[in-house]
């Protein structure tokens, strides 16, 4: 089965501190996303990789950078946590090789920035 | 503007009854189509999903249906169950997977 692990399912941190947030998946996956879930909106796309070191951004990706230094990590960063990026954030990943495959999910953080 | 619609945040169905979540879509570039089950504190599981040269797509309890020319799709699920309660989110994707947008989501719930 494939797994998707994110490094924290809750986490507050204060206004203006640097966050990491760190997903690995296992199974050899090109591509990796991240999506911030919100009432109402649904999942909106962040940031996204199709291969190390390389990045793309979503419909999101103001106050987010991210790091792809090895396939299996994809990394979140928020330069300067803000009341604006309380959510729930959710990682995911999918085959490039295979078409029509679903993306698979890890089981989210909740952040609150306080 | 959101590519993805689902105009219905919530529904509410008997135990044993069909349940039926509608999803529109925008983008005719789309070519596959997904349904993501979601609880409260958990990341989304992957149900269903159906490829835009199918018009019906089965799984169990679960059968999802499609109309190209609509840009609809919609989820059936029969007979529902109090465990199916939780947030449906529809998605929709091309390019191999290198892009999956998402719905806002719709709340069943699930009466027993």
């Known amino acids: 089965d494939v797994k998707v692990t994110q490094s924290s399912r809750y986490l507050v941190k204060r206004t203006g501190e640097k966050v990491f947030l760190e997903c690995v998946q296992d199974?050899?996956?090109?591509?990796m996303f991240w999506y911030r879930q919100d009432p109402g909106l649904g999942l909106r796309l962040i940031y996204f990789?199709?291969?190390?070191?390389?990045?793309e951004k979503g419909d999101i990706p103001e106050g987010y950078s991210v790091s792809r230094e090895k396939k299996e990590r994809f990394s979140l960063i928020l330069e300067s946590a803000s009341t604006n990026q309380t959510s729930m954030y959710l990682c995911?990943?999918?085959?490039?090789?295979?078409?029509?495959?679903?993306?698979?999910f890890g089981q989210g953080t909740r952040l609150t920035v306080v | 503007d959101q590519q993805v619609k689902q105009n219905s945040p919530s529904l509410s169905v008997q135990e044993g009854r069909i349940s039926i979540l509608n999803c529109d879509y925008t983008?005719?570039?789309?070519?596959?189509f997904l349904w993501y089950k979601k609880y409260p504190a958990e990341g989304p599981t992957f149900l269903i999903s159906i490829s835009s040269i199918k018009d019906k797509n089965e799984d169990g309890r679960f059968t999802v249906f499609l109309n190209k020319s609509a840009k609809h799709l919609s989820l059936h699920i029969v007979p529902s169950q109090p465990g199916d309660s939780a947030v449906y989110f529809c998605?929709?994707?091309?390019?191999?997977?290198?892009?999956?947008?998402f719905g806002p989501g719709t709340r069943l719930s699930v009466l027993p």
């Open positions: 990789s199709y291969d190390v070191k390389m990045k």
């Open positions: 998605a929709a994707s091309n390019n191999y997977g290198q892009n999956f947008v």
């Open positions: 199974m050899d996956h090109e591509n």
């Open positions: 983008n005719s570039m789309f070519d596959y």
């Open positions: 995911a990943s999918s085959s490039l090789t295979s078409a029509n495959t679903e993306a698979f």
